[in-house]
């Protein structure tokens, strides 16, 4: 990726256990590690979370240090996962948590994966308790339901953009633009059923559409009607559906940076000038931001046409179509199928 044309220089980094993760079902606690009841843990939690929870292999584990944006096609590839824990279980045991949760925000589970800490801050704040003839440990854990939900939301919008870029005219039945003109709808059509969808009857047929949709959902809303004045109930075609289908994903990617920001930091550089950099608050508004990369035009991705993996195209012909190694494979396919 090139920075040069930013205006903000891209400063971080993030953390990967050095030993992994793995999905377990334990005990929500609360944040001095007792299990109170279902009414004191509502209290806590605004909604309980349900599991089964992210939490380390080993509580006392070194972490590794990398660069995502050294990764520009890193939001693509967590966007083409399976919602399915053991995609996400691989994806976080090779690029860590999505979000670091403040110990406000945290959920807290009595985790069996631990090694015993003697330190005196472990001691002091009481870390590991035995219930019965199991030794726990009070740990922060990320809920099941976080890690589907988030993949779930850049998946849909990630598939908007490349339709976008593709100008797919299959956006004609997702995206609906009111007939006033100032708020988008659309359509949260579950990505593995795309190419099976019968567009004609999906803009015509509502129980057909009821069938493959998640929910109609609107982010865009710009004006408010005057007093006594009401929307029109007709909806349309917008004319120009790709205008239509920027206004959705640019919004859906503001209202996501909101809730997962980027902060503005300086450093000096090698000459002594002072630099500006954003520094993004998690892995997850860091992709977020390499989506909006993209749409801008600054990350340049393509997918092969063999495997339909994503490749950043810095450094490649402006032709290239295919990795080399598969279509190499495809050659050796082809030859075979003539030889038999």
Same mark, same amino acid.
């Given at each position: ?9 891209l400063?971080f980094?993030?953390?990967k256990p050095?030993v ?7 005990p ?11 009414s004191k843990l509502?209290?806590?939690?605004e909604?309980?979370?349900?599991g ?10 070194s972490?590794?240090s ?9 939001f693509a590839?967590?966007?083409?996962l399976k919602?399915?824990? #053991?995609? =996400? /279980? ?5 690029y860590?948590? @999505?979000? &670091?949760f403040s +110990?406000k925000d945290?959920v ?9 800490d003697?330190s005196m801050?472990?001691?002091h ?10 030794m726990?440990?009070r740990?922060?854990?990320d809920?099941?339901?976080?890690w589907r939900?988030?993949?779930?939301q850049?998946?849909?919008i990630?598939m908007?953009w490349e339709?976008?870029?593709n100008k797919d005219p299959r956006l004609?039945g997702?995206i609906m ?6 708020r988008v709808y659309v359509?949260?059509i579950k990505?593995?059923l795309l190419?099976?969808?019968?567009f004609e009857?999906?803009r015509t047929?509502? #129980?057909? =559409? /009821? ?7 609107l @982010?865009f &809303?710009?004006? +408010?009607?005057k007093?006594?004045q009401e929307w ?6 917008f004319?120009?559906?790709m205008?239509?289908?920027f ?7 503001n209202?996501?940076l909101y ?6 930091g300086?450093?000096m550089?090698?000459d ?6 954003l520094?993004p608050?998690?892995?997850l ?8 990369l993209?749409m ?5 991705l393509r997918r ?7 490749e950043?195209m810095?450094g490649?012909r ?6 080399a190694?598969c279509?190499?494979?495809?050659r ?6 003539k030889?038999a």
């Open positions: 990726m090139n920075a040069s044309a930013q205006k903000f220089e400063s980094t993030w953390q050095s992994g993760y793995e999905w377990e079902d334990c929500v606690c609360d944040h001095w590690g007792e299990i109170p009841d279902r509502e209290q806590i939690y909604d309980i979370p349900d089964p929870y992210l939490t380390e292999l080993d509580g006392s584990q972490l590794i990398w660069k995502p944006f050294e990764h520009p096609a890193l590839q967590f966007a083409d919602p399915e824990k #053991d995609a =996400l /279980l691989q994806w976080a045991n090779q860590g948590r @999505l979000i &670091d +110990y945290a807290f589970v009595l985790s069996k994966n631990f090694a015993i003697n801050w472990a001691l704040n009481k870390r590991h308790y035995k219930k019965g003839e199991q726990y440990c740990v922060k854990a809920p099941w339901p976080f939900n988030e993949q779930r850049l998946s849909f990630t908007l339709m976008l870029s004609n997702i633009w009111a007939h006033e003109g100032q359509y949260k990505k593995e190419n099976e969808i019968d009857k999906f047929n509502e #129980d057909y =559409l /009821l069938e493959h949709t998640i929910t109609r959902d @982010l &809303d710009v004006r +408010y009607p007093e006594g029109m109930a007709h909806y349309c075609r004319p120009d559906i205008k239509a289908t206004i959705y994903i640019q919004s859906a990617i209202r996501k809730e997962y920001p980027l902060n503005i300086f450093r550089s090698e002594g000038l002072v630099r500006k950099s520094v608050t998690s892995l508004s860091a992709m977020w931001y390499q989506l909006y993209a801008s035009g600054e990350i340049k092969c046409s063999i495997c339909e993996k994503w950043n810095e490649h402006v032709n290239w179509s295919k990795h190694a279509a190499n494979n495809e050796v396919k082809r030859s075979r199928s030889k």
